[in-house]
């Protein structure tokens, strides 16, 4: 029942920057935590960052200083903003958003790292 379309990924330097962005259509109505997952090759899929409805934010990590998640609630949108990335921040990013007990994934983006 919700829709969720990811953008901004791409090719990046070592100590580049990128900023994906995640827009909810459907039945947005509802909505609670936003968030960003990512998997590297041969990698479980790990938790980067989550949002709540009332702002709150969670880090791994290891991106801790580096990444900020935001949201416009009036877009419905989530956002990762991504500084001085390391080649090990190669993976594909996956937006999450959970509605009441059900969670929503985003196609997924790649962003990968290299010189």
């Known amino acids: 029942q919700v829709q969720l379309v990811e953008s901004g990924g791409g090719l990046v330097q070592p100590g580049g920057s990128l900023r994906l962005s995640c827009a909810a259509s459907?039945?947005?109505?509802?909505?609670?935590?936003m968030g960003w997952y990512r998997q590297a090759p041969g990698k479980q899929r790990e938790l980067v960052a989550a949002?709540?409805?009332?702002?709150?934010?969670n880090y791994v990590d290891s991106v801790k200083g580096r990444f900020t998640i935001s949201r416009n609630n009036a877009k419905n949108t989530v956002y990762l903003q991504m500084n001085s990335l390391k080649p090990e921040d190669t993976a594909v990013y996956y937006c999450?958003?959970?509605?009441?007990?059900?969670?929503?994934w985003g196609q997924g983006t790649q962003v990968t790292v290299s010189s």
């Open positions: 459907g039945s947005i109505f509802g909505i609670s935590t």
């Open positions: 949002i709540t409805s009332g702002g709150s934010t």
């Open positions: 999450n958003v959970r509605r009441l007990v059900t969670d929503y």
